[in-house]
């Protein structure tokens, strides 16, 4: 079996928000600027992360999860990696056990060395014990040490670092600094593009990292890191070209914006051609067969989307003509008839489904779920803050994967349009899963 090597890392920590984006962007960014080629990865669903991630590598990111992309899509994408890269870097998600699969799973299983990153604003000597309680939960997991993060003076580093029972697993730490805080909202991290000097947190960032050890390991330490990359045993099947011809038109701009890169190219791979618009900016749909509405920030510009009767109307020519919709999460909720931001403000929206959506404080749901349409099951996430209410009785609802379960009800599937045309639902789904099960949310006649 082919196999390819290259030095890579797993990031992770004892929870969210600990700083791993600002750590992998810092490491992907300072290796960048050496001229070096970095693939970044970042492990579980995530649309938000990656832009950053992105940003900083220079490269495109995708996701790995050993359930939602599955262990075969894994395998062939750091293999594929390992032979163009000089480093890989996998960002993990939430804290290092949490989840299922989680990051030490997805590190276990192809031998990924694991950076911890412990925000040690508030503490000292437990940093210690954090530390070793992480690196000695779980046998069979490598262990490239530990990076204080958010920490507040020079003295207070050398209390956290002699507070290690093993003095080299310190790879140094990273001050509390404004220049490179990566700023959030309720659903993660703010886009990269949204933010003029994101390119400058990132230096700066990198700049800090580059005083501490982790920053200053050279060709001779990162030998410390190589992996091995097996070629998948059984490869991914070619996907069938069940969209040949067919134009998709996805909604793409600052209210529409969590596409995975891998659902494009299942897309195109199935024949598709795509076109890109903006329902903040554009008064026509392209000239398409389908219409894609992904998940993204719609309750930040309510009133923009309200104030667009052009976008409005074409919608609702492309419904009435009785082509395809599929409409994810954000997507879903500007085809109701209104739509609630957190503060109370009401607008109107597309009216393509009867009823209203509102946004809440709190988190309506989170987590792995698979759905089952024509031609399979697709495999997927949902996370919101809005709930909707609406006479559609749903056709189906989601379920959990494998080994959870759910809080109550599954995410329903919405059917509606003239010719039950347009396939509505929070669930965002991972297309590549299952194309000819994907094929079908884009094509007539299917249920």
């Not at 082919?2 to 969210?16: D, E, G, H, K, V």
């Not at 000089?86 to 989840?99: A, K, R, S």
Request: proline share 6%.
């Amino acid at each position: 079996m082919p196999s390819a090597s290259c030095p890579a890392i797993l990031i992770a920590a004892p929870a969210s928000g600990q700083g791993k984006t600002t750590v992998a962007c810092a490491l992907a960014r300072l290796h960048t600027r050496q001229g070096k080629r970095v693939r970044v990865f970042k492990c579980g669903p995530d649309f938000l992360d990656p832009c950053w991630l992105s940003l900083a590598s220079g490269a495109p990111v995708h996701q790995l999860d050993l359930w939602m992309t599955g262990e075969v899509d894994c395998a062939l994408r750091l293999y594929a990696a390992a032979q163009e890269a000089d480093l890989i870097i996998v960002e993990g998600v939430m804290g290092l056990f949490d989840g299922q699969p989680s990051a030490a799973d997805l590190a276990q299983r192809f031998g990924l060395p694991l950076l911890t990153v412990i925000d040690a604003s508030a503490m000292a000597g437990t940093f210690g014990a954090l530390t070793w309680g992480l690196q000695t939960y779980r046998e069979g997991l490598r262990f490239a040490g530990v990076l204080a993060n958010r920490v507040a003076s020079s003295g207070h580093a050398v209390m956290l670092e002699e507070s290690l029972r093993d003095a080299s697993q310190w790879q140094g730490a990273l001050m509390r600094s404004e220049a490179f805080s990566l700023p959030e909202r309720h659903l993660g991290l703010v886009m990269s593009g949204e933010m003029d000097d994101a390119m400058a947190r990132l230096d700066a960032a990198a700049d800090a990292l580059a005083e501490t050890k982790l920053g200053q390991m050279g060709a001779d330490a990162l030998q410390a890191w190589w992996v091995d990359f097996a070629a998948p045993a059984d490869a991914v099947p070619e996907a069938p070209e069940l969209l040949q011809g067919l134009t998709i038109a996805v909604a793409r701009d600052a209210a529409f914006c969590f596409l995975y890169a891998a659902n494009l190219d299942c897309l195109q791979a199935m024949g598709a051609r795509l076109v890109f618009f903006s329902p903040l900016a554009d008064a026509v749909l392209p000239d398409c067969d389908a219409l894609w509405l992904p998940g993204g920030y719609p309750e930040l510009h309510a009133a923009t989307l309200a104030a667009n009767g052009a976008m409005k109307t074409a919608i609702a020519s492309h419904v009435r003509a009785g082509k395809p919709v599929w409409a994810e999460c954000g997507g879903m909720m500007v085809l109701f008839d209104q739509l609630t931001t957190v503060n109370g403000s009401t607008h109107l929206m597309w009216g393509v489904l009867p009823g209203s959506v509102t946004l809440q404080q709190r988190l309506a749901a989170l987590g792995p779920q698979q759905i089952s349409v024509a031609g399979g099951t697709l495999r997927g996430h949902t996370f919101h803050y809005s709930t909707c209410s609406t006479p559609l009785v749903p056709a189906t609802r989601t379920e959990a994967a494998p080994g959870r379960k759910l809080r109550g009800e599954g995410e329903a599937l919405y059917v509606a349009g003239p010719a039950g045309n347009v396939k509505a639902s929070y669930f965002h789904a991972w297309l590549a899963s299952n194309p000819a099960a994907a094929a079908s949310l884009f094509l007539k006649d299917t249920p």
